[in-house]
Structures are given as C-alpha cells and as structure tokens.
C-alpha cells in the first residue's frame, strides 16, 4: 500500500520567515495531494490541494509543488504570522481506489 | 450546508464498558473514515467506507472495534470492552470523491475517556 513520509515533525520558525514542509510518497499512481491544517483543539481542515497533473498551485501567502518524478511534494507558506501556528497534514490518494494516506504531521510554531 | 457532525462531543466510561460513537457525513458523501487521534499524535486510520463496496478495515487495532455505515449515511463506531488505552480523540470525515480527488471534511470529534 501507499507511504507517506512527512518532515520535519517540528518547525519553529521567526513571523515573516518562511516554512516548507516536504512529503514523500510511495505509490506512483498517487495522483491527488491535500494539504490539511489541525489548530490545536480544533478538526483538521483543508487549505490547498494539488493534482498530479499540475506542478505548483498558490493560494495567497501558501503554495504546493509536486515532483512526480521523485515522488514528493512541498507546503510552502510565506511571510509566516502566529495565526499559522498548527499541525499540518500532508496526504495522497488515488483516483477511486482505495483509501487516502496521512503523513505524521508537523507542528509549525511562528514565534512573534 | 451542514458539516460532518458527531455525537456525542465527549464521553467518559468506565473501563470495560461499550461505547458507541456516531458520525453523520455531508449528504451525498460517498467515502467515510474514521480515526483516531491521541493527545498531540497524528491521524490514526482506523476503517473506510465507500460507497457499496466492502469496507476497508485494516486500521482497526483490535477485534473490540467495530464500525457499521447504515444506508450509505450514518456510520457508528463500537467499541467493546473499553481499556484505558483507548481513550482519544475519534474524528470522523467525510468526502465526495468528486472527479476521483478524496478531499476529507472532518468531524468535531468524539473526546473518549476511558476511566
């Protein structure tokens, strides 16, 4: 089945600085990527999706590249504020078939 | 429209109990999970419901847990015998699978604790 590795599990980085976070994935036929953030004592909620087809997609001060050769893929978020400050999950799932699989999460923490 | 909810928003019990926890998904919602989510851990997997298909139950730690979905809607989650360990955070999501893309609505939760 699918793998996916997330890293770090934890970023601390200045307000304004910016974050990447990297995700691996194992199965090749993996072709849609999301990106969920989890506040602390709140549900996990998407914030920017990607599809196999495309390379990079931005939304505001976050964005998401995909290398489908080396089977990764990166949450990039600028100009970094406390309000960002959570757990982000990155996943990968196939076109219907079977379920989606989670990375571990990373806890970014963006110091005032 | 209406979010995934879950009831009941926490439960306490006493070790060795039964509990039944209940999801209702997004209407018109194919796929459905569950998890489980310790105090600062990740997502643990634990089944996945689609559509009429058998559902995907590899995630379940033990034979005490158990999930049924009625009707392609409402899925309950048991949990026999409850031990200590089990106390968590369950979340349930939802997705459409629109165009193939599994993109998961969650639930509040149900915080479980296991006494």
């Known amino acids: 089945g699918e793998n996916v590795e997330q890293h770090p599990s934890t970023l601390s980085v200045q307000e304004g600085d910016s974050a990447v976070i990297k995700c691996t994935y194992s199965?090749?036929?993996?072709?849609?990527f999301p990106w969920y953030k989890q506040e602390l004592g709140k549900r996990p909620q998407l914030i920017i999706d990607?599809?196999?087809?495309?390379g990079e997609k931005k939304d505001q001060r976050i964005a998401v590249t995909l290398n489908k050769t080396a089977k990764h893929f990166s949450l990039h978020i600028t100009e970094t504020q406390p309000e960002d400050s959570a757990v982000y999950f990155c996943a990968a799932s196939k076109n219907n078939a079977g379920k989606s699989t989670f990375g571990d999460g990373t806890t970014l923490t963006v110091k005032p | 429209g209406a979010g995934v909810s879950q009831s009941p928003s926490n439960k306490v019990t006493e070790k060795g109990k039964d509990v039944e926890l209940r999801c209702d998904p997004i209407s018109g919602h194919t796929a459905l999970y569950w998890y489980r989510q310790s105090l600062g851990q990740g997502l643990e997997f634990l089944i996945y419901?689609?559509?009429?298909?058998?559902?995907?139950k590899s995630g379940l730690p033990s034979d005490r847990f158990s999930a049924e979905r009625t009707g392609g809607s409402v899925s309950t989650l048991t949990i026999q015998r409850t031990q200590q360990e089990d106390s968590a955070v369950y979340l349930c999501a939802s997705s459409p699978r629109d165009r193939g893309q599994d993109t998961q609505y969650f639930g509040p939760g149900t915080r479980l604790t296991v006494l």
């Open positions: 199965d090749s036929a993996s072709n849609y």
């Open positions: 990607i599809r196999s087809n495309v």
């Open positions: 419901f689609q559509g009429n298909s058998a559902p995907d």
